[in-house]
């Protein structure tokens, strides 16, 4: 009867445990694509309790360490939709690049997306006028 028992709430205490590990669901995997000069990264929630907020991670290629690109703290509640506009590879000619969305929720660690990847080419013309552009801001 007590390995029974300890059977059960081990049983429960490991459903808890991944439970709230997974309480934020992102519906599928985030989608990244070019448009031609930034990369636009997408994605959808399910259940947003307890989030505190997105963070969205590059790294370009697909080896290395991801690094946090921008934090998204204004939240829009459960089953919504998030866009992520990276312009910041406008100065690069070509590339692949892989994403994924960290949930800051308070666990350690945060649970992550799986990457996805995208391939971008800019054009020579786009890279030069956005570089005349910066010069004037």
Known sequence: ??????????????ALLF?????????DKPVAFSNGSDIVVRWSTIDESGVQRFDV????????????IASVDQLKGSNSTYEYVDKSVFKVSSGIYQYK????????????????TVSHVSSAAKRTWGSIKAMFR
Do not use: C, H, W
């Not at 439970?19 to 519906?27: E, F, R």
């Not at 991670?57 to 946090?68: D, K, N, P, Q």
């Not at 960290?102 to 992550?112: F, T």
């Open 1 to 14: 009867m007590k390995k029974a028992v300890r059977y059960s709430l081990l049983s429960v205490a490991i």
């Open 19 to 27: 439970a709230t590990a997974y309480a934020v669901v992102i519906k």
């Open 57 to 68: 991670l590059r790294r370009a290629g697909t080896m290395g360490e991801f690094t946090v």
């Open 101 to 116: 969305i960290r949930i800051i929720n308070g666990q350690s660690p945060a649970p992550e997306t799986d990457p996805v």
